[in-house]
């Protein structure tokens, strides 16, 4: 997608265990507006999400929950009419100054991310492999300043 876009997003906790938001975007090069709804909830350490893209067209559902410490394991079920459903698997290792992402998903694209952070710069390596359509990309982001 090319052009000028904007938008809002909102997310609010409504109860102890329960947050509820929506994301509007406009796409000002195509005249176009999108719109979203999201619900996350927590139960002890294990954190579910739902959201419903542009009025039901795409549904997407979650499940994160920590291993040990600084490892996460993730998964996203995504529903779409017209193009079927995909599930994605992937950990997740944290520590500090190192961030490393894997996942698979059930149409054979396997995506890798390692990011690396100190006090001057931010540097991320990104790789993607997808075996049924024999494609691969790789990418690097380069980031000078202090590191969140």
């Given amino acids: ?6 938008g ?3 997310m609010q906790r409504v109860h102890r265990n329960l947050m509820l ?8 090069t195509h005249k176009r507006s999108l719109f979203s709804y999201a619900a996350k ?3 002890g350490n294990h954190s579910l999400y739902y ?3 542009q009025g039901g067209v795409q549904h997407h559902v979650g499940y994160v929950i920590p291993i040990k410490k600084g ?4 998964s996203h079920f995504k529903f779409d009419p017209e193009q079927g459903s995909t599930t994605t698997l ?5 520590s500090e100054g190192i961030d490393i992402t894997g996942t698979i998903n059930s149409r054979g694209k396997i995506t890798t991310n390692l990011g690396f952070k100190t006090p001057i710069y931010g540097l991320k390596l990104s790789a993607e492999a997808d075996y049924f359509r024999d494609h ?8 000078i300043g202090p590191q969140q």
Avoid: E
Avoid at 21 to 28: A, C, E, R, W
């Fill in 8 to 10: 809002f997003n909102y």
């Fill in 71 to 74: 490892t996460t394991f993730v």
């Fill in 90 to 94: 992937g950990l997740r290792q944290r």
């Fill in 21 to 28: 938001g929506f994301d509007f975007t406009q796409l000002f």
């Fill in 1 to 6: 997608m090319q052009g000028l876009v904007g």
């Fill in 51 to 53: 959201s419903s893209i």
């Fill in 41 to 43: 909830t927590f139960i």
């Fill in 136 to 143: 691969y990309a790789f990418g690097y982001g380069i980031t």
